[in-house]
């Protein structure tokens, strides 16, 4: 199913089928403001489980999977962060950032690496952060375009057509170049710049 947003003004009840679906553990396609992601319940081991497969990641991949949150205070309840790395944060938050921290135990086993890290986003993005306030916990979120791959303009017709068989539900917010977060590794209240990308590097 291939439902119609505007990005700019987001209808809850266009929302709604992708709301439903996640909560039936299922596996969405939605934009974002770094491009089209998977995303799923964060309390759905199976919606899990499909984005791993989906984005080819074993259980000893060295990338921890992201999770979506609103609020920078939810940061604090999945990863942790020393004071430096707070202020960074609060500084940078919210924007086209993935904040990779340790995790706390309320992070799923199935979201994190080997090193029991995690990511967060925190964007800027009406249609993100409606699916958040709708399904009322985190989403797991991953980008469709690999950082590897030679961008393309991302279709979200072509999506429904392409992953018929492992996506319940695909967000047309229209055609998107993708523009990959900034990655930050924030560990031990170090800083160490994993990625550059849209958003600019804290100084």
């Not at 990511?119 to 709708?134: I, Q, T």
Request: net charge neutral.
């Amino acid at each position: 199913m291939r439902i119609r947003v505007e990005i700019e003004r987001p209808a809850p009840r266009h929302l709604q089928p992708a709301i439903d679906a996640m909560r039936r553990d299922g596996v969405i396609i939605y934009p974002t403001d770094t491009g089209y992601a998977y995303g799923c319940a964060l309390s759905s081991l199976k919606g899990i489980g499909r984005i791993r497969k989906l984005k080819g990641y074993t259980d000893k991949h060295p990338k921890p999977l992201t999770m979506l949150v609103n609020e920078i205070a939810e940061l604090g309840r999945y990863g942790h962060m020393g004071n430096r790395v707070f202020r960074v944060v609060r500084r940078l938050l919210p924007g086209p950032y993935t904040m990779v921290l340790s995790a706390t135990n309320e992070v799923p086993r199935q979201m994190k690496n080997r090193w029991h890290e995690v990511g967060m986003r925190v964007p800027d993005h009406l249609v993100c952060r409606m699916l958040v306030d709708m399904l009322g916990e985190p989403l797991l979120t991953g980008s469709l375009t690999s950082s590897d791959a030679q961008f393309e303009l991302e279709e979200p017709e072509l999506y429904e057509q392409r992953y018929a068989r492992d996506v319940q539900v695909v967000v047309d917010g229209g055609p998107l170049w993708p523009e990959p977060s900034t990655v930050l590794k924030l560990v031990d209240d170090e800083i160490e710049v994993l990625r550059e990308g849209q958003g600019a590097l804290p100084e």
